[in-house]
Each structure stands twice: as C-alpha cells, then as structure tokens.
C-alpha cells in the first residue's frame, strides 16, 4: 500500500538536519526550533602591523560585547578560506602591455595560487517558553495583549543585535549586517562546496530544502557530495591564550571552514555552574580512605591531591571574574573542516591544520565515530550538536575567534576609478586575492629585486601595469646603474614611493620623469641620481 503520510516520520536527507526555516525580516532567519539568527560579515585588525598593546585593547572590547549576552544567545563565528578564481577585466593600448597582462591573468588563474579569506559572525536567540512569557506578562500592567507577541520578540532581538555589533563597529575596519541574499549565500556555502549566489526566493519558507544542493554521506570519513569532509575538533585549550593565538591558521593555503561556537550562559547559571566544578574538585582533594583515617586518628591528612586543588583554585578564580564582570562564561567548540575530491589530500590538509593547533597547546581530535555531529555542530544556527561541557571565559574566547586578517586594500582604486595595479604573491595570501598597495593620505611601501637584476625592467613593469590608466598613481625613484662605478643603492634595487592622489595631481609629467633622491645616510650614495 502506498505510503500517504504527509510527514516523513523519520529523517532521510540533509535538509532534515539542518535548522533554518524562513526569513522574517531584512537579514533575520527564523529556525525550526523558534530560534532567530542574523549575520554579519566583518574584518579584523591586521594582525602583521599592530602592536601588542592594539591587541589587547581590541580583545578587551571584543571581550566587553560578548559578556552582555546570556542564556538563550549562541554566538557563530566563522573563518570561510576559498580559491580566489577571479582576475579583474582591463583594456590596454597597446598588443605589448595586453600580452603581459594575458601572462599575469594565467599565472594568477593558476589553480592554489591564490586564497581570499571570508569572516562572519553570527548571533543566534531562543526566546523563552510561551509559559515563562505568559508569567513573566502577570508582572505589567496596562499591556494591550497578555499573550506572546512575536513581532516584540523579533524588534527585541534586532535591537539588541544592532547594539552590539555597534560596539563591534568601533574597532572593526569592516562590519556590516548581511542583506537576505548575502544570508542565504553565505549559508549556502557552509553545507556545500559550490560556490555561487543564491537568490532569493519569492517565498522565502524552507530554506533546510533551498540551500541543500549535495547530498552528505555519513560514516567514520563522511562526505559531502563529491568531496571527502574531514573534521577536527578543539577539545583541550592551553593554561594560557594571548589575542590571536591561531592566526597562522589564516596563512593555510588551501579551503577550510573554520567555525568557533560559544553557548552563553547568565551570570546566575555560570555562578551555579563554576560553584558546582569548585566544589567537585574541592572534594576530591583527599580520597575516602584519608578522610576516614582522618575521623578515626584525628590527625589531618598531611598529603592531598595538589592537581584537584589546584583546579578548584581555578574555579575560585573564574567566579571573582564572574563576579566583578571581567567576563562572561560560554560553553566553546572550536571545529575546522577540510575537503577535497582525493581522501588521501584531504587526509594531509587536516594533518596540517591539526599540525598548527596543537603547535599551540591545543589538543586536538580527529572526528570519526562524530564526525557528522561535529560537522552540523559548526552550522551557523545549529546549537545542538557536538557541545563541549567545561566552561571557559570569553575572554579567552576573544582570543580564539579568527579575529585578525591580512588586509590587501582595497579591491579596486576609487580614485582612478580602476582595478588593482598589479597582483602579487605575498607571504600571506590576502583576503581580496590582490595585494594592493592603496594610495591614502600618508602611505609608505618598498619594492626591491634581486642584486644585479636589470634595471630596466622594473620602469617597465610598472609602465605597463598602470597601463590601463591615463595616469599613475605612485611616484617611483630608484638609482642609477652607471658600470662598474654604480652606486651602491643600485646594486639593492629600486625604491618604489607612494603618495597621495591629490599631489599625484598637482605633479607634471615632467616633474614626475625627471624625479630624484638623496639620501644622507647611505655611504658612498651621490648627491643626485638619474632617472631609472
């Protein structure tokens, strides 16, 4: 007989798993629990050019915005590391200039090259039970409805979203809410490993069934369509964190998705909690044995258990930062996911990842038996899976977030209105995929080349690089290659000085040729130098 249920009694796909269910508002997710998610996409500092004393002062207020949550708040935040495929569009002059930039547009295309870095934060709410609602109405008076408004539920949650991404807003260089398309893009790529927008439909209701585009495959080494998903899991952390303590992780040269979930708790339920592990570790200072030797002799035990101790020396620290509002408390679970359509290459990317951690004093866990718990547990929104009990501090969570991120400038030159000059291979791979070097109010780069490198080669590299626009955007002076008698400023390479757009204006064409430098500290250097 033929099976006419109108619900599926038991869960058979992917989109059974996961826990978004509608939007409601501009950004706002509505989950099938009753819960609420929003997302922003943000930029930390760079990590390479602050100083420690930044550091600190942005974890604190990182630290600062997150302990005003408490029970019923999950905060999501996510490190997206994908192929950067995408090469700007540029018209030349000349068949010279465009063949070069036909070599650099392949050489950039070239598959592993380049990396961009996406970072997203997620809060997520569950309002309290209907009942606790209704008793918690008994306390007004004068209210229209006695029953639980929605709509005051959802006005609630953004304001309070709106205020603390504000205070995230003062030290972010980039934070901003996402729009419907960009919430569905973003959750989009979380379960899949297609890359593209998602657009928004015109009823925007089961979203489990829109956004699950590849079917996962369960087991020790789970896979998510085509490709073989591997999972590690953070289950131990070190006695002591420092402000981006896992930031080589942003220099890893290959995709991943890097999810740290923190469960908040109210100052109420974590004093419950910490008092609970303090007097659990406090008991165990001395066994059953010594205790009774102890009634029978009257003599205390001169020898106890000095780890128990001080562990609940630790809890008795982390109620007084309870308590004074240092900090909050959050149940953390820090997950990395790596893949790839070859198990043996996925298997060496998670030996990577898994290398740097515990690098760190981290003890880390390859996911097998929970391996598709684990996976689910790093889906923004999904607060049920893979939840690691011991507490920890935010502020020790405000050192584990991906917080820091090498910035490449912007992505393309507002005052030329023009793409990046030139595109590079730095140390790090950036997030927009180009390293530009960005011409502000005051800016200062160096370019050098190989010893006895042609000199001639670096004026008409940057010839054709700024090819595409009527005039350049930075000034270049470098020294003179004169035979054997060169200078010694020469033989290190060209210097490559950026100004600003405004004096690359007021600069002639002539000015700009016939530029020179002296330098009074170089020994050897000569009063003026020739144009390169």
């Known amino acids: 007989m033929m099976n006419l249920a109108e619900y599926r009694r038991t869960a058979s796909r992917l989109a059974d798993y996961l826990p978004w269910a509608a939007l409601v508002a501009e950004g706002i997710v509505l989950n099938k629990d009753g819960s609420l998610q929003r997302t922003a996409r943000f930029r930390g500092p760079d990590l390479e050019s602050a100083v420690a004393a930044e550091l ?28 950067a495929a995408t090469y700007p569009d540029s018209r030349f002059p000349d068949p010279a200039s465009a063949l070069l930039e036909a070599e650099r547009k392949a050489d950039f295309e070239e598959k592993g090259s380049h990396f961009i870095s996406g970072y997203f934060l997620t809060f997520t709410y569950l309002p309290p039970a209907e009942d606790a609602a209704r008793t918690e109405t008994w306390l007004y008076e004068g209210r229209e409805r006695s029953g639980v408004d929605p709509n005051e539920i959802l ?10 991404l504000a205070l995230l807003d003062g030290f972010m260089p980039e934070c901003y809410w996402l729009n419907d398309s960009e919430t569905l893009t973003y959750l989009h790529s979380t379960i899949s490993t297609n890359r593209h927008r998602v657009r928004v439909p015109e009823t925007p209701i089961y979203l489990d069934a829109l956004l699950a585009d590849q079917p996962l495959t369960g087991g020790l080494e789970p896979q998510i369509g085509n490709a073989h998903l591997r999972i590690l899991t953070i289950v131990g952390f070190p006695t002591v964190t420092t402000p981006g303590i896992l930031d080589e992780l942003n220099r890893l040269a290959f995709p991943y998705r890097w999810s740290t979930r923190a469960i908040l708790l109210d100052k109420t339920d974590a004093i419950r909690l910490l008092t ?18 102890e009634v029978m002799t009257n003599e205390a035990s001169v020898l106890i258990d000095t ?11 982390a109620l007084q930062e309870l308590g004074a509002d240092y900090a909050g408390m959050a149940y953390v679970t820090a997950t990395i996911a790596v893949w790839d359509a070859d198990p043996r290459l996925a298997d060496e990317k998670l030996r990577l990842v898994e290398k740097i951690i515990q690098g760190r004093d981290f003890t880390a866990m390859v996911e097998t038996i929970n391996a598709v718990d684990a996976w689910l547990g790093s889906l923004p929104g999904h607060v049920y899976a893979n939840v690691r009990q011991p507490p920890i501090s935010t502020l020790n969570l405000a050192h584990m977030i991906p917080l820091s991120a090498v910035w490449a400038g912007p992505e393309r030159d507002e005052h030329f209105d023009a793409p990046p000059c030139f595109s590079a291979r730095p140390k790090a791979r950036p997030r927009s995929g180009f390293p530009f070097m960005s011409v502000m109010s005051a800016t200062h780069s160096w370019s050098g080349r190989p010893v006895r490198a042609r000199a001639s080669c670096s004026p008409a ?72």
Do not use: H
């Not at 006005?155 to 603390?164: L, Y």
């Not at 005039?471 to 054997?484: E, H, N, V």
């Open 56 to 83: 600190v002062a942005v974890t604190a207020r990182l630290n600062n915005a997150f302990r005003r949550l408490g029970s019923g708040w999950a905060i999501f935040v996510e490190a997206q590391r994908d192929e």
């Open 155 to 164: 006005r609630a949650f953004i304001d309070r979203t709106d205020r603390v």
């Open 276 to 293: 609970k592990i303090r007097r659990q570790w406090f008991a165990k200072r001395k066994s059953i044995a010594a205790i009774l030797k």
């Open 307 to 317: 780890d128990a101790a001080n562990k609940a020396a630790d809890a008795d620290i």
């Open 461 to 532: 590299w940057r010839s054709s690089s700024g090819a595409t626009s009527g005039t350049r955007s930075s000034l270049s002076i470098s020294a003179a290659q004169s035979g054997p008698q060169q200078s010694p400023w020469a033989a290190t390479g060209m210097i490559w000085v950026a100004i600003s757009p405004k004096e690359t204006n007021s600069l002639s064409r002539s000015s700009r040729s016939r530029a020179s430098m002296t330098c009074p500290n170089a020994p050897g250097r000569p009063t003026g130098s020739s144009p390169s």
